[in-house]
Nanobody, 123 residues
Framework: EVQLVESGGGLVQAGGSLRLSCAAS????????IGWFRQLPGKEREFVAA???????AYADTVKGRFAISRDITENTLALHMNNLKPEDTAVYFC?????????????????WGRGTQVTVSS
């Protein structure tokens, strides 16, 4: 069964840090483009960060310099290191995967999704 499971969300004060993890089963990350998105109730899913072939990485302007995406091929996991968190970072965070290694920043281009993990940043 193909599955993505996120973990690591929680409540943190502004300026704090969190590390999100995404574990994949039923397929291997090394053949997929992978990324993180976030969503608020009633809003569209928003791109956060993604990894394509090799070291091809992209970040949303709103998180550039504060978040870092990484992939562990041996463990088949994806991580999002979030530093200097702001209240506007509050959202449900989803990891996603798409077959093929082209870097993708659009949610509709991903066909595998986790259920999400809540991140809440208090001011």
């Amino acid at each position: 069964e193909v599955q993505l499971v996120e973990s690591g969300g929680g409540l943190v004060q502004a300026g704090g840090s969190l590390r999100l993890s995404c574990a994949a089963s039923g397929f291997t990350f090394d053949d997929y483009a992978i990324g993180w998105f976030r969503q608020l109730p009633g809003k569209e899913r928003e791109f956060v960060a993604a990894i394509g072939y090799g070291i091809n990485i992209a970040y949303a302007d709103t998180v550039k310099g504060r978040f870092a995406i990484s992939r562990d091929i041996t463990e088949n996991t994806l991580a999002l290191h979030m530093n200097n968190l702001k209240p506007e970072d509050t959202a449900v965070y989803f990891c996603a995967a798409a077959e093929g290694l082209a870097l993708r920043t659009i949610a509709a281009h991903y066909d595998r999704w986790g259920r999400g993990t809540q991140v809440t940043v208090s001011s």
